[in-house]
């Protein structure tokens, strides 16, 4: 595909430096439908059409003609705006390309508005919009599809009718909706990541999983290890900028020298992890930095081969030809704190979890934050994704609205859970309810943890123990909550 042929939408895209505006008292329009062109630009152009087969005169009331003119007055002038800029592949050419992996397209103006949903949540008349329609399967399913919502001028996903109840009604859930613009950015940065690719839908997928259309959804890209590399330095730079005071003047200078990575390639092989994923690739690139302790109770991976290779649990088990087992990369700081993971405690894929009494697999292994199982046919695998596994079970709801372990999503971890800290649940953006978060916004997180203090700093690193995170089922419960993304 010729990049060079597709608008440029750089300046456009939501970024911290770049926030959706909030001076507006509609829907930025003209942003949205930039880069909304952008992406059916991008679908386009993978089949190898050519540009010029796009018409910018072919948009929403174009294409539907008297059935759109007709809502035009139940809609709002700026979301009217925007559907008169959007461009549609053009109906007689060939089979168009869905919108985008969760995404088949604006919505047919049958099903333009969300009444039903509307109606069962108490939201005003019209103010519900489902704007595109999903993709049926790979967890899209009647009901679902991008909302907006037409009296806040916000976005979320709905994979299927399910989902309402985490993020309906609005006025109970307005950390989950966002500028569409907003939503439009994510989908077009897992694009820009390499995480969602696209190719003629006639070209073989990467492992063999389903595409939908030209989409194709990977395990992980190099610039998802890049970017978590990153997450991991300057983590590592809050904590040595505390450390580094604290330690004799001939110790905080001793590492001066290029640091070593993580785990030298010879102590991953010892281990069995498998060439290539994820973990393999992050660990061997991530820099060891000058302290021990990365989180309260929580240790660097030892560099020792047979101490690394100790720790574990199933990177030996029998497996698919497409799975890849989870790795403890971060252990407890007392090795004999297990965490359990019988029956629905655990968090992985078939593979890695005890599924008859003659299982090989463990039910209890080693406390700590582990990468995620994978499934690489499968759809919405997370090779970037952790999980962390604690010698202990959370409450959630405690009875008391003020505290309680919860998710990204609001709600609270499942009565008893040891994996589902710092998770996502539902998800805005798109995707599997299950998928886990990924490794990258961990470290990120932690880090505002140690800016804003409220994680100690001592010579060995972050202080406390495994413990501190019993705190989030605590009034502190937000202090162990990573918003929502991707």
């Not at 009217?80 to 985008?100: K, N, Q, S, T």
């Not at 003629?200 to 389903?210: V, W």
């Not at 700590?368 to 202990?392: H, I």
Request: proline share 9%; glycine share 8%.
């Amino acid at each position: 595909m010729d990049v060079l042929q597709l608008p440029n939408v750089d300046g456009l895209l939501v970024t911290p430096d770049n926030p959706a505006r909030a001076d507006l008292s509609g829907m930025d329009h003209a942003r949205c439908a930039s880069l909304h062109n952008y992406l059916v630009h991008y679908a386009w152009l993978s089949e190898g059409r050519e540009a010029a087969g796009l018409h910018g005169n072919n948009t929403y009331f174009t294409t539907h003609g008297a059935a759109a003119e007709a809502l035009r007055p139940r809609l709002h002038p700026s979301l009217a705006a925007f559907l008169d800029a959007a461009i549609l592949p053009p109906a007689d050419g060939p089979e168009p390309a869905p919108f985008f992996f969760w995404a088949d397209g604006l919505s047919h103006p049958n099903s333009l508005f969300a009444d039903q949903a509307a109606d069962l949540y108490n939201e005003p008349a019209d103010s519900l919009v489902c704007l595109y329609f999903p993709t049926i399967g790979h967890g899209g399913e009647f009901g679902g599809g991008l909302f907006y919502h037409q009296g806040c001028h916000r976005a979320a996903v709905f994979m299927h009718l399910d989902d309402y109840g985490y993020a309906l009604p609005v006025e109970a859930h307005p950390e989950l909706w966002h500028p569409l613009e907003t939503v439009l950015s994510n989908w077009i940065d897992l694009v820009h990541l390499g995480k969602i690719t696209a190719s003629p839908r006639d070209a073989p997928a990467q492992f063999d999983s389903e595409k939908i259309g030209p989409w194709e959804w990977r395990p992980y890209s190099d610039a998802q290890v890049t970017a978590c590399v990153c997450a991991w330095d300057r983590l590592c730079d809050a904590i040595e900028a505390r450390v580094l005071p604290l330690l004799p003047p001939t110790s905080a200078t001793a590492h001066a020298v290029e640091p070593e990575p993580l785990l030298a390639p010879s102590a991953l092989d010892a281990a069995s992890v498998p060439n290539p994923c994820f973990a393999r690739d992050f660990l061997s690139r991530a820099r060891r930095p000058r302290f021990r302790c990365i989180a309260p109770g929580l240790i660097l991976p030892p560099s020792d081969a047979s101490e690394f290779a100790a720790l574990q649990s199933f990177v030996r088990l029998p497996r698919g030809p497409q799975a890849i087992p989870p790795v403890c990369i971060f252990p407890a700081a007392r090795a004999e704190l297990k965490a359990d993971l019988t029956g629905s405690l655990s968090p992985f894929c078939d593979d890695f979890r005890v599924t008859s009494a003659g299982s090989p697999v463990p039910s209890r292994v080693p406390a700590g934050v582990y990468s995620e199982s994978v499934e690489r046919d499968a759809f919405d695998n997370t090779g970037e994704g952790f999980r962390l596994l604690l010698p202990y079970g959370l409450t959630g709801d405690v009875g008391d609205t003020n505290a309680g372990a919860r998710k990204s999503d609001g709600s609270f971890v499942g009565t008893g859970t040891v994996a589902e800290l710092f998770q996502h649940g539902y998800k805005p953006f798109g995707g599997d309810y299950y998928r886990p978060q990924r490794l990258e916004r961990l470290f990120d997180h932690w880090r505002k943890l140690v800016d804003e203090g409220i994680w100690s700093v001592g010579p060995e690193g972050v202080e406390g123990t495994i413990d501190t995170f019993r705190q989030a089922d605590t009034a502190r419960w937000r202090d162990y909550v990573i918003s929502p993304t991707w």
